[in-house]
Structures are given as C-alpha cells and as structure tokens.
C-alpha cells in the first residue's frame, strides 16, 4: 500500500521508520531533509558524518533520535562523480527497501527521492519509486506501507497518479 501526504512538522512523522536522500557528502540533498535532520538531533548527524567512503546506492540505518521513528534509513543519490539520476534513485531506493525489510520496519515514511532544481521532476520520481516499490513488495511483504511525502501539490499529485 501506498500513501501519499503532505509534509508537516517533522515530530508528527507517524511510522516505523524515515528514508531520506543524500549525497557521498553525507549532506541532506533538500530543505526538508535538512529540516528531518536536524530534528533527528545531533548524535545522528555525528554519527552519520563518522561513516567515510559510501558508495553511490548505500543505504545506512541508524536510530532515529528526536524524530518519532524507531529507524532512520539514509541513501545516497549523488556522487561528486555523478548527479541525482534515475538509476542512481533506484538503486538506492532497492537498498534502502531492502534495509527496511531486514530491519522489520512495517510502515517506511519516505520523500520523494531525488526530486528538486536540476534533478529528477516529481513524475518521474514518482514513476521510478513505485516501481521499485511493488517490485520489492513481490519478494518481501515488509515493509507493507509505503508513506510519501509531498513537499506540494505538484508531488502530491505526482504520487497519486501513480500510486496503486
């Protein structure tokens, strides 16, 4: 199942656990990231700078910190050597499903990945994780719900026209 809302205040996140982008620089890629982030407090974001060398695709759990989600999966969509693609959304985005999956997480909150200025637009953010949403879903019944956030109306209505 997929659910498409919009983004509130970070403390109201409701969900096993938050998937959010970033890049080789272990830096929040989006103003929302950085305001999921910061929520999540210091220690995580120590934490995160310590890892060294994540290859583009990685995913990295962590606990959640301040934010009201037992897990925090991290991705990582751009390299120095490469921007934000598709391919790169979708690998990472598989990983980080596969992260869930392994971490027992139920309902996975997630923004949309790679979407911003000179990135990918929401539609096709919205077709590729999808995509790689039921493909997962057809060998592993965790997570069960997928939870989008839309920062507007333009991804929100992305998703929804995509979403089963």
């Known amino acids: 199942m997929i659910q498409v809302l919009r983004i509130g205040d970070p403390g109201e996140v409701e969900g096993d656990a938050l998937l959010l982008s970033m890049g080789t620089d272990l830096e929040p890629l989006t103003p929302a990231e950085s305001r999921?982030?910061?929520?999540?407090?210091?220690?995580?974001?120590?934490?995160?700078?310590?890892?060294?060398?994540?290859?583009?695709?990685?995913?990295?759990?962590?606990?959640?910190?301040?934010?009201?989600?037992?897990?925090?999966?991290?991705?990582?969509?751009?390299?120095?050597?490469?921007?934000?693609?598709?391919?790169?959304?979708?690998?990472?985005?598989?990983?980080?499903?596969?992260?869930?999956?392994a971490w027992g997480v139920h309902r996975l909150v997630v923004l949309p990945l790679g979407v911003g200025a000179g990135n990918l637009d929401a539609e096709e953010a919205a077709q590729i994780m999808t995509e790689v949403f039921l493909q997962h879903r057809e060998g592993d019944a965790l997570p069960g719900t997928l939870v989008v956030l839309a920062a507007d109306g333009y991804q929100e209505d992305a998703f929804r026209r995509v979403a089963p």
């Open 36 to 101: 999921f982030a910061i929520q999540a407090g210091e220690a995580s974001r120590s934490r995160l700078r310590a890892m060294k060398d994540l290859p583009l695709g990685a995913a990295v759990v962590m606990p959640g910190g301040g934010l009201p989600v037992e897990v925090l999966i991290h991705v990582v969509i751009r390299s120095m050597d490469e921007g934000v693609s598709p391919r790169s959304v979708r690998r990472a985005f598989q990983n980080g499903l596969r992260q869930a999956a």
